[in-house]
């Protein structure tokens, strides 16, 4: 009876204790999914004040720009991993504008009635600018100077209204500094990504070696078009422009924008001549060493490709260079069986 009594017990014991284990996990998740409601309850709330911000907002901006003050929900803001002190409920889709009114989405009880008055204001005032700074017409481009004569002719149907310009991801608060200093070829550079390459194809010494480079020498058009790119994109590195981060000069330059602009069109003259001129040889060297349909591949691949090309620049001592580098290439493709009996 002493041993039933204790197993009964110890039966007893255990049942309380799994019941109470079971009680406790209930109540944390009851604690969580309260947390969760809270939390989404919150972040619903923040939503729809940041929204009537926004509708505040543009209800008291001009009528004729309100295409700059499309704007969508955040689809990330209801994630679980969204912080509210740092992710908006709405994103503006204009950039310079989604940095104005940031703040007050995040924190929609800093936005009063004087604030919404006054946000509408400066956006008015600077969407002004793109009308008295005729910014569009290109007309502060001057036609006696060869680089702005080419911007004009090779951009000027890019932008034919207001509403297509803000299509552009790139009209942030570097690009309306810009165009509130004046400084209106800056401007429209930062609006292209700083990518005037087209102006080389407008040149007639250009436009005559392209012509010739693909309807003679058998390259790509598309070839072409990235050797061009390249070459833009490497004298304006030369000339002090981060391209890749849509940057600017350095703060501790003196030299404007306009100042690279120029520099790197004029570079970017010399090193496309250089670069015709060793594709061509390097055209020779590959009707000597191998058969025309691999000659054009590798004439190609050159073209598509920043490395090849500057060794090509380099000289005819490094086509070997070119050579080992196709082999390589077509071993990824093929394997290395295959490439020695193609040679």
């Not at 017990?9 to 109470?20: G, K, P, R």
């Not at 310079?96 to 703040?103: E, K, V, Y």
């Not at 591949?297 to 620049?313: A, C, G, I, T």
Request: glycine share 4%.
């Amino acid at each position: 009876m002493a041993t039933l009594r204790i197993d009964y017990s110890l039966s007893t014991l255990v049942i309380n204790l799994f019941a109470s284990i079971v009680k406790a996990d209930a109540a944390v998740i009851e604690r969580e999914e309260k947390k969760k409601a809270t939390a989404a309850n919150t972040k619903e709330k923040k939503k729809v004040a940041a929204k009537k911000i926004v509708t505040d907002v543009i209800a008291l901006v001009d009528e004729a720009y309100l295409f700059a003050l499309e704007n969508e929900t955040n689809t990330y803001f209801s994630s679980t991993s969204a912080k509210l002190s740092t992710t908006p409920a709405i994103k503006m889709k204009t950039n310079f504008i989604d940095n104005l009114l940031r703040p007050y989405i995040l924190v929609p009880s800093k936005c009063k009635v004087k604030t919404k008055k006054e946000l509408a204001n400066t956006i008015n005032q600077k969407l002004e600018l793109f009308e008295s700074k005729n910014l569009l017409a290109l007309e502060f481009l001057s036609d006696d100077d060869p680089f702005e004569t080419k911007v004009k002719e090779r951009l000027g149907g890019n932008f034919p209204d207001i509403e297509t310009l803000f299509s552009s991801s790139r009209i942030d608060d570097r690009f309306m500094t810009h165009l509130e200093n004046d400084r209106l070829l800056d401007a429209l550079g930062s609006l292209v990504g700083h990518n005037f390459s087209e102006t080389l194809y407008s040149l007639e010494s250009s436009a005559s070696a392209i012509t010739k480079a693909i309807n003679t020498d058998g390259y790509d058009n598309e070839g072409i078009q990235r050797m061009i790119q390249s070459i833009w994109s490497k004298c304006l590195s030369k000339a002090g422009v981060n391209t890749y981060a849509w940057q600017g000069p350095n703060e501790d330059s003196e030299k404007s924008l306009k100042e690279r602009y120029h520099e790197a069109f004029n570079s970017s003259q010399t090193m496309f001549g250089e670069v015709l001129t060793a594709l061509d040889e390097f055209k020779t060297f590959c009707s000597k060493h191998e058969s025309e349909e691999r000659g054009i591949f590798n004439r190609n691949y050159v073209m598509n490709s920043y490395y090849y090309w500057e060794k090509v620049l380099e000289g005819e001592e490094k086509f070997d260079d070119l050579d080992l580098g196709w082999e390589r290439h077509q071993r990824l493709l093929v394997g290395p069986q295959q490439v020695g009996s193609m040679s």
